[in-house]
């Protein structure tokens, strides 16, 4: 393991985070550890990664863990190339790499398996993140046979269950990421106008978001028009808007990997009454629901309250999808946390520092926002007015 600087290297220039905030963090999964015996942690999830470590960048096509050890600093594993990055965003100062060989897989598990025999750990309960998109089933086979000493088994979410809640700083990213995106709906709300196609909204939409200063990878959403609305995850096309049109976005704002969402949606000309209508009592079905919002309530009081009065008004025959998720740090493909989701039959409470995307579905419209649970109950970080919006 490489644990000394080399010359001119670049030192924790683009942390996130201070270093003592991202201590606290290990430390809090360590404490957790041992609650379930778990001398080791060897976790992929980007997010968790970052988390911990503050390693951030776009190498994770390659494989990427940090190995967190009972006491003591982690340790990362990552390609050689990316040590610089390493160096510039994170605190961790031990690094197991690997080069790019003829059979990667090999080379990618033998420094995993390096890295926890440096610490000690080679051997007894190495917890993996099971649930991790990047810990593939073949990665895991081969990670167990090349630590032949040790029982690798799923460990339960620590770190996810530690994200929940939201740090004074985190809430700070997350209100940046909450004005970006409504930067980028006022731009796509501006855009539209009869005869324009959603690929030219979408221009306007990811210019407005690349100035206010979200990277690339926040650029993904939903914009759909017309008989398109149907399509809950539909990309922007050639399509040109039409009078009397609906047409919906769900955008996307990052900062410092901290996700905002936004759903809105518009009529192109003047709304009919039917529309109208629709928009208004899904706004109103939902501004109810997120007013239970406080700590302490169960997940379950607030899903019925999305879920059965929009049932119960006739705009929809089933509601089969979340009425909202966890939102906070996240990397693609992922639209969310997904921690915590508001679906039937869900036993958890809220609590103080957790942060909701709560989103509300029918007849081809859409809303929703941002929202942060407080001890004094839900917060709106998306300010954006709630209507439906007329363009002519």
């Known amino acids: 393991m490489n644990t000394s600087p080399t010359l001119n290297e670049p030192v924790n220039t683009e942390m996130n985070f201070p270093a003592e905030e991202y201590r606290a963090r290990v430390q809090r999964t360590q404490e957790e550890m041992v609650k379930h015996d778990l001398p080791v942690l060897l976790l992929h999830q980007p997010e968790n990664i970052y988390y911990l470590s503050g390693l951030h960048g776009v190498g994770y096509f390659s494989y990427h863990a940090l190995a967190v050890p009972g006491s003591g600093d982690p340790v990362l594993i990552l390609r050689d190339v990316e040590v610089p990055a390493a160096q510039s965003t994170s605190w961790v100062k031990s690094h197991a790499t690997y080069s790019d060989v003829a ?38 086979t081969v990670l167990q046979r090349v630590l032949c000493d040790a029982s690798v088994v799923a460990e339960p979410r620590i770190v996810d269950h530690l994200r929940l809640i939201k740090s004074p700083r985190e809430i ?11 930067a980028g709906m006022h731009a796509g709300i501006e855009a539209i106008a009869l005869g324009v196609t959603e690929r030219q909204i979408a221009n306007e939409v990811w210019s407005a978001l690349v100035k206010g200063g979200s990277p690339a990878m926040g650029l993904g959403g939903v914009i759909t028009s017309g008989n398109r609305t149907n399509l809950i995850h539909g990309g922007y096309s050639d399509r040109r808007l039409e009078r009397g049109d609906t047409v919906y976005f769900e955008l996307n704002g990052l900062h ?59 705009l929809r025959k089933t509601y089969t999808n979340r009425s909202g998720y966890s939102l906070g740090l996240n990397y693609r493909p992922s639209a ?18 957790m942060v909701f995307h709560m989103l509300m579905m029918a007849a081809g419209m859409g809303f929703s926002e941002t929202v942060l649970v407080t001890e004094q109950g839900p917060e709106r970080l998306t300010c954006m007015e ?3 919006f007329s363009c002519t």
Request: charged share 25%; hydrophobic share 40%.
């Open 103 to 140: 059979d990667p897989l090999a080379a990618w598990l033998d420094t995993a398996r390096r890295a926890l025999e440096g610490l000690g750990s080679a051997e007894g309960r190495v917890g993996v993140d099971d649930h991790s998109w990047f810990l593939t089933p073949e990665r895991r």
């Open 172 to 182: 700070d990213y997350l209100r940046g990421a909450s004005r970006l995106v409504e």
């Open 256 to 314: 410092q990997h901290y996700w905002a969402r936004l759903m809105r949606t518009a009529i192109v000309g003047q709304p009919s009454a039917e529309q109208q209508h629709i928009a208004e009592t899904i706004i109103r079905v939902q501004d109810d629901a997120i007013a239970l919002m406080r700590p302490g309530t169960p997940a379950s009081v607030i899903d019925r309250a999305c879920r059965e009065p929009l049932l119960a008004t006739g």
């Open 336 to 353: 969310g946390e997904f921690i915590r989701e508001f679906v039937p039959g869900v036993e958890w409470v809220l609590e103080p520092g």
């Open 386 to 388: 709630r209507k439906l």
